[in-house]
């Protein structure tokens, strides 16, 4: 079994910061990429921001320097640190995992974090 858990949401004003972590934990063999996704109250869940097991990081252009994607591969864990945030930045924001496990290689979803931005 595999388990991802997010934390470190909250009410934030805006212009002011964050940073969720999300742990993946369970019978894992490795994790390739890691993934932050948002969705907000009537919308549907869009991609934020992947890193690969390489390191490698991408970003949708609504988050480009503001937020920071990153890892920790000996805790299974990936981060991400944000910034300068908006009002539009408020939504439950979910991790994914692609992770091998004895059993299977797939995705694993978090339960969600919320943040909400506003004064």
């Known amino acids: 079994q595999v388990q991802v858990v997010e934390s470190g949401g909250g009410l934030v004003q805006p212009g002011g910061s964050l940073r969720l972590s999300c742990a993946a934990s369970?019978?894992?063999?490795?994790?390739?990429?890691m993934g932050w996704y948002r969705q907000a109250p009537g919308k549907q869940r869009e991609w934020v921001a992947t890193i690969t097991s390489g390191g490698s990081t991408n970003y949708v252009d609504s988050v480009k320097g503001r937020f920071t994607i990153s890892r920790d591969n000996a805790k299974n864990t990936v981060y991400l640190q944000m910034n300068s945030l908006k009002p539009e930045d408020t939504a439950v924001y979910y991790c994914n995992c692609d992770v091998r496990s004895p059993s299977s290689s797939r995705g694993y979803w978090g339960q969600g974090t919320q943040v909400t931005v506003s004064s």
């Open positions: 369970g019978n894992i063999f490795s994790i390739y990429a």
